[in-house]
């Protein structure tokens, strides 16, 4: 019934038509009227920034009294209003990351216990959004953020480091803006929906501690200044009263989203998990075994079935090539299901951009890998190298999207027929 390029596009098609669904506009369409604002000063951070506000200014238009959008570089599309606009370093915070915050801080001191910030935010926000802690300088934070990032650390413990760190986050950004108030739509990328660790959480009461940074630092070998550990020892407020926030999106929504349209297709869909969030050549791995057992034994579910995956799997970064998580899943997927047919896996950040490259995540079947070795390539090796980017570019593996404007984590879809 499906020739591999019909799978292959039915499978793109679910993956993207998910992603279209969790779209903040209409969440944020849906939230605003409900919470009755009058004169806001809207503040929206992270990659969805740009869709979040555009969406809140259809709803308020002149209740905005002023604008300012936060988001990465490449993520916005044109002026709203007469909004400020920022473009910013991800994952690593740059000069332009410090110069709008600098910004939305000299606009929120101005604030009295009359005034309310409409604080949109998504993930991306912990490099999109910071003012270095006191004695702490741009540089120390970009070479910390680098080595936690390649370092296996989770978004949880590089974010509690982060947290210490900084003017504006772990609910630093809301004590700032007291007596004001903190109205805040959350779009969430971290497994649980944690609102202390999506974007580091600015407005939101921290639950870690100076020791959980310090021990987060100790585990993955990072070593640190005397500032900066002065800086650690600071302690995050626990405790706020201003702040009013509302979750608007997540990886279920996207995998409830794919579920539904994978069954509309006519296939045996079903959820395994919402938090993968293990290494990614692991799950890649795993991944593949359950689609084998598919494949050949009916089970768990029986074909043409739909396997959906939601989390935020993490990569210990060891070789020099180029790739991101979901590029590093679908390789280590494609050499446990070579040579097989009627399976096809697809992963990929809803963001649109999968680790420090072009590509949302990969695209893999039984030939990929075969494909590889028939050019004399390894797939092996390129995975050992971490270089999934140019094995999946190699063998017509890449899945790019471009940024989608929204974030809520990782997709995984196996079709098995
Ligand atoms: N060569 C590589 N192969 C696989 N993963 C990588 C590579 N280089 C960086 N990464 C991973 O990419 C992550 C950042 O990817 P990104 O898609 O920007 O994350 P997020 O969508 O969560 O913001 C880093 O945490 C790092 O683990
Ligand atoms: O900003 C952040 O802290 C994280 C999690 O919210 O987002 P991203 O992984 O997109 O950088
Ligand atoms: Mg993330």
Redesign the pocket.
């Given at each position: 019934m499906f020739d591999p390029e019909s799978l292959k596009k039915l499978a793109i098609e679910i993956v993207k038509k998910s992603i279209e669904a969790v779209f903040p506009d209409r969440a944020v369409k849906e939230t605003l009227p409900k919470l009755n604002l009058d004169r806001v000063i809207l503040v929206a951070v992270?990659?969805a920034a740009w869709r979040m506000a555009k969406a809140a200014y259809e709803v308020l238009g002149e209740k905005i009294r002023k604008g300012v959008v936060v988001t990465k570089y490449g993520h916005s599309e044109g002026l709203i209003d007469d909004f400020e606009i920022y473009e910013a370093g991800?994952?690593v915070p740059d000069e332009n990351t410090i110069k709008a915050t600098e910004r939305v801080l000299e606009l929120v001191d101005q604030l009295n216990e009359n005034d309310t910030v409409l604080f949109l935010l998504?993930?991306?926000?912990?490099?999109?959004f910071e003012l270095p802690a006191e004695g702490v300088s741009l540089e120390e934070i970009q070479k910390l953020t680098s080595a936690l990032l390649k370092s296996g650390a989770s978004?949880e413990e590089?974010?509690t480091v982060?947290k210490h760190l900084s003017q504006v986050k772990g609910g630093r950004f809301a004590e700032r803006v007291f007596p004001a108030k903190v109205v805040a739509l959350v779009l969430?990328?971290?497994l649980g929906d944690r609102l202390d660790?999506?974007?580091?959480g600015p407005a939101w009461p921290d639950n870690s501690t100076s020791e959980d940074a310090l021990k987060v630092l100790e585990r993955y070998g990072i070593e640190i200044s005397e500032s900066v550990k002065r800086a650690i020892l600071r302690e995050t407020p626990k405790h706020l009263s201003n702040v009013e926030i509302d979750l608007i999106g997540n990886v279920q929504k996207v995998c409830d989203e794919a579920k539904k349209l994978a069954k509309e297709k006519g296939f045996n869909a079903e959820i395994i998990t919402t938090s993968l969030d293990c290494e990614a050549r692991e799950a890649g791995r795993f991944i593949a075994s359950i689609m084998k057992e598919v494949k050949f034994k009916d089970r768990p579910l029986k074909k043409p079935a739909a396997l959906i995956f939601g989390g935020?799997t993490v990569v210990h970064v060891k070789g020099n090539g180029i790739g991101g998580r979901n590029q590093e899943l679908a390789l280590s997927a494609a050499i446990a299901l070579e040579g097989i047919e009627g399976v096809i896996l697809c992963s990929a950040g809803t963001?649109g951009t999968d680790g420090p490259t072009d590509a949302a995540g990969g695209i893999v079947d039984g030939s990929t890998a075969k494909t590889l070795k028939a050019m004399g390539e390894d797939p092996y090796q390129y995975l050992e190298n971490n270089d999934s980017y140019n094995a999946l570019k190699k063998s017509g593996a890449l899945l790019i999207t471009g940024p989608t404007g929204t974030?809520v984590n990782d997709l995984i879809i196996g079709l098995i027929v």
């Open positions: 992270g990659k991800h994952p998504s993930g991306g926000g912990s490099s999109l978004i590089i974010n982060r969430s990328d971290v660790v999506i974007a580091s935020e963001d974030n």
